[in-house]
C-alpha cells in the first residue's frame, strides 16, 4: 500500500525543520529558502551559509557511522528562526552529497541513518506522534488498556512493512488482529507509540531512497563535480566503515575470539552458561553477521534450552541491535577464559573488546591469503 495520498496539515515552523524529510516539508523548505534569496549555489558556496554545510556533514557521519545515540541536530534551538533555516539547509546540503555520490549503498545507509534518527524522535513526540505517523501509515487509532495507550495499524499497512524488520514481535501470528487492525503493545522497553515509529521507518527508509534515486537520475554532472570533494570525503569514510564491517560476516570459527568459543563449547556441553555470557553469544552472532536460526542453535546443549524461549530471546537481542560485551565486563562476568600469556593477541594492550580480536584475526589471514 503506498503512502497516504495527501498528507495530514502540519504547519509548525519547528517540527518541519526536526523532520525535514517530511512530505509536508518541501513547500515550507522552497518557501524559505526563496525568502532569504537561497538556491543551490548560495547551499553549496556562499560563506555565511558555512554553518550550515558544518551541520550537514556531521548529519552525514552521524548517519553513515551509526556510533552515536546522540541527534546531531539536538543541540539546535529550532525554536530560532534563524536555526531552523541553518538545519533545513544542512539536510539539503547532506541530501545533495548522497546525491552526488551516485553510489545506490552510500544512499541507502543515510536512508537508514535518518530513518533510525526519525523512529527515535517520532516514538517520544507527544505533541505531534499521530500527525507524522498519520503521513506514512494509511489510518491510526488507540485504546486504553490497564492505563497504557494502545495504538493499532491497519493490516495491509503492517503486512506491506513488517517483513523488514527481525525480531519475533513482528510475526503477524505474535500480534492481536481485530477487524483489520493489528495492535502494537508496549514490549521490550518500547511505549506502544514507540512500536508505531519503528514500523513508520520503514517507510521513511523506502521514501528517502526512492526521493534520492529521482534525484541522482535529474543531478547534472556540473553540480556533481562542484561537490566533489565533500562526495570524496564521505565516500571514503564509508568505505573506511564497510572495510571494518564486512569481514566480521565472514569469519570463520578460527577467528572467533577464545570467550566466543568458550562459551559455545560449554553451552553445547550442557553448561549453564550465565546471562552475561548468554546475551554475548546472542549479540556476537548478530555482530558476525550469523543468521538467527544459526545463533539460536548454539543454545540447544544448555540444560534449560526451550526453542520458542531461544527464539525470542535472541530475537530481541537482534532486533534492539546489541554491542558485544567488552573485555572488562566479560572478565567482571567470569567470562573471559584465558589467562596472562595464553593467547599472544589477547595480551596485547589495546585488545579491549572480542570484536577488535575478530578483524585482527580477519586482517592478518587476508594478508596471508593474499602473500599466497
Known amino acids: 500500500m503506498p503512502m497516504p495520498g495527501t498528507p495530514p496539515t502540519l504547519t509548525n515552523e519547528s517540527v518541519l ?6 512530505p509536508q516539508a518541501r513547500f515550507h523548505m522552497r518557501k524559505l529558502f526563496e525568502d532569504n534569496a537561497i538556491d543551490i549555489d548560495a547551499i553549496i558556496e556562499q560563506g555565511w551559509l558555512e554553518e550550515a554545510r558544518s551541520l550537514g556533514r556531521l548529519r552525514l557521519v552521524e548517519s553513515i557511522v551509526h556510533k552515536s545515540e546522540a541527534d546531531p541536530m539536538g543541540t539546535v534551538d529550532l525554536a530560532n528562526e534563524a536555526s531552523r533555516l541553518f538545519s533545513m539547509a544542512a539536510y539539503q546540503y547532506a541530501f545533495l552529497v548522497v546525491c552526488a555520490s551516485f553510489d545506490d549503498r ?16 517520532i516514538g517520544i513526540d507527544e505533541l505531534y506522534f499521530e500527525t507524522i505517523v498519520k503521513t506514512y501509515i494509511s489510518s491510526l487509532k488507540s485504546s486504553f488498556e490497564n492505563g497504557q495507550k494502545i495504538y493499532s495499524v491497519p493490516l495491509s499497512d503492517f503486512l506491506e512493512l513488517c517483513p523488514r524488520i527481525s525480531g519475533s514481535y513482528w510475526r503477524l501470528v505474535n500480534r492481536p488482529v481485530n477487524d483489520g487492525w493489528v495492535a502494537l503493545d508496549p514490549a521490550s522497553g518500547d511505549t506502544s507509540a514507540q512500536r508505531v515509529a519503528r514500523l513508520v521507518k520503514e517507510r521513511i527508509r523506502e521514501e528517502l531512497i526512492e ?9 547534472s554532472e556540473q553540480l556533481a563535480d562542484r561537490l566533489g570533494e565533500e562526495v570524496t570525503r564521505i565516500s571514503e569514510l564509508f568505505g573506511s566503515q564497510i572495510r ?20 559455545i563449547e560449554e553451552l553445547a556441553s550442557g553448561v549453564n552458561v550465565n546471562h552475561v555470557g548468554r546475551v ?6 548478530r ?13 540447544e546443549g544448555a540444560p534449560d534450552y526451550d526453542p520458542q524461549t ?28 584465558v589467562g596472562p600469556g595464553d593467547d599472544r593477541l589477547c595480551d596485547q594492550e589495546w585488545l579491549t573488546h572480542p570484536l577488535k580480536y575478530l578483524r585482527a584475526k580477519q586482517r592478518s589471514r587476508a594478508k596471508s591469503e593474499t602473500v599466497l
Open 211 to 219: 526521493r534520492s534515486r529521482e534525484s541522482m537520475v535529474r543531478m
Open 106 to 121: 552510500l544512499v541507502s545507509r543515510w536512508a537508514e541513518g535518518e530513518s533510525s534518527l526519525a523512529d527515535k524522535n
Open 287 to 299: 555482530s558476525m553477521g550469523l543468521p538467527l536460526e544459526m545463533t539460536c542453535s548454539f543454545f
Open 310 to 337: 531461544t527464539s525470542y530471546q535472541v530475537g530481541h537481542v537482534y532486533e534492539r541491535e546489541y554491542t558485544p560485551h567488552g573485555c572488562s565486563a566479560l572478565k567482571a562476568a567470569a567470562r573471559c577464559p
Open 280 to 285: 554475548f553469544v546472542a549479540a556476537m552472532g
Open 244 to 263: 571494518s564491517e564486512v569481514p566480521i560476516a565472514s569469519a570463520t570459527k578460527e577467528d572467533w575470539p577464545p570467550c566466543f568459543s568458550n562459551s
Open 17 to 22: 525543520a526536526r523532520y525535514p524529510f517530511l
